[in-house]
């Protein structure tokens, strides 16, 4: 990750053996989660990936993790629809945090907003602590972060 960038631009800071959220930027991220919370899911969708709502498809698996369509485009998927709220909250606040967020390709966009879920230190859910799962694994090989209170997986 851009670790340097990020700091520079006070999302992160580096302690002593570890890289954190600033208290700032986790305030502004949580504030957009909870904006976006108070909207329908499916018209916020439409207008962030610019598709039509009457054709966004908001589809919960057998295993639990939701893929979001619209009309026959897989537009991602993702453990639970808290953590779409998450990213897309993620992407509006970096857009607006990161001064190199304009230089980034959107693979690049992505797997940023993917690795910052993981400093999620309370659930968007329900405020309780969250803990990362190390014998449970995603398929790319990242510990599972699932709330204990609420059992929201967000990674
Ligand atoms: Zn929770």
Redesign the pocket.
Known sequence: MVVAALTAADIVTETADDVVLTDEFRAAWRGEIDRLQALDRASYLASFFEADRETMRIEKNPDGSVTVRADRDHLGEWPSTMAIDADVAAFLTLQEWFPEWDELTGGERDSLVAQLRLFLEA?P??E?DLTMEESAMTPEGVPRVR?A??D?TLV
Do not use: G, I, P, V
Request: overall charge negative; some cysteine.
């Open positions: 659930c859910a329900c309780a709330c209170d609420c929201t």
